[in-house]
């Protein structure tokens, strides 16, 4: 089948975000007088868990469940979102700068027709802080959909995320070609019946790609043609 449409991945994928949402955790830690502190080590592990309020709860109930009885899901929730303002404090202040290659891909696909999505777990306001920063003016316009966190109970690696933006977007799993940097990605675009390319970041390179269609290390070297090539191949192997 022709390629209609590619879905971005968000955190990892369009920018290097995660370092930036590990700070936010641990201001938000601070400013609650809380004495946890993420360090990289403990982030990565943590980032198998999609989703930072999911990651919370899963770090209080795996890590110090004694003081969970404490911890009911407002009072999780309320820590998120103290953290989600300071995120996007971040990202709007001081910016956060696009991988290679995003935006031209972005463009030759927009010049050839092809329609192009997000899938996240992470909120719309932070993608929407993320548009609003790192992209050209107007950019918001350039994506047929945008399915985020909220739209959502099950995040990656469940594929609800992407059932969600094949939906707005109207086209079958096999139209679409996903580009994501994470195992957790790659399984809920999988599920979803997408086809995946991969461009791991810092925090996930070295996670086991075997299931993606390919591994680049940017999208720098990624032209539109071989991309299409990449998806027919993968709409013959599935076919065959
Ligand atoms: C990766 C995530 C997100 C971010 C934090 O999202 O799992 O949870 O780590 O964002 P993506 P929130 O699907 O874009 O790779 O704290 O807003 O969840
Ligand atoms: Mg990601």
Not at 85 to 110: H, K
Not at 166 to 192: F, K, Q, T, W
Request: with cysteine; charged share 30%.
């Amino acid at each position: 089948m022709t390629l209609k449409a590619i879905i971005f991945d968000v955190d990892g994928t369009l920018a290097e975000t995660e370092e930036a949402h590990r700070a936010a955790f641990n201001e938000a830690f601070e400013a609650a007088g809380l004495d946890w502190r993420w360090d990289r080590d403990e982030y990565a592990e943590l980032l198998h868990v999609g989703g930072g309020r999911e990651r919370l709860r899963h770090f209080i109930d795996s890590e110090m469940p004694a003081l969970a009885p404490q911890w009911d899901d407002d009072r999780v929730a309320q820590l998120h979102r103290d953290k989600t303002a300071r995120y996007q404090r971040m990202v709007t202040e001081d910016g956060l700068p696009l991988r290679p290659g995003v935006l031209r891909l972005m463009r030759d696909a927009r010049a050839a027709g092809i329609a192009l999505a997000i899938c996240t777990t992470t909120s719309r306001s932070n993608v929407d802080a993320l548009l609003e920063t790192g992209f050209p003016e107007g950019a918001r316009a350039w994506f047929a959909a945008i399915a985020a966190g909220e739209d959502v109970t099950r995040k990656k690696p469940a594929p609800d995320v992407y059932e969600v933006a094949l939906e707005r977007l109207d086209l079958p799993p096999s139209a679409c070609l996903a580009i994501e940097d994470s195992v957790i990605g790659l399984e809920a675009a999988r599920a979803a019946g997408v086809p995946t390319l991969i461009t791991p970041s810092t925090y996930t390179v070295g996670e086991d790609f075997d299931a993606a269609l390919g591994v680049v290390d940017n999208l720098a070297g990624v032209r539109l043609d071989w991309l299409r090539e990449l998806h027919l191949r993968a709409g013959r192997a599935s076919a065959s």
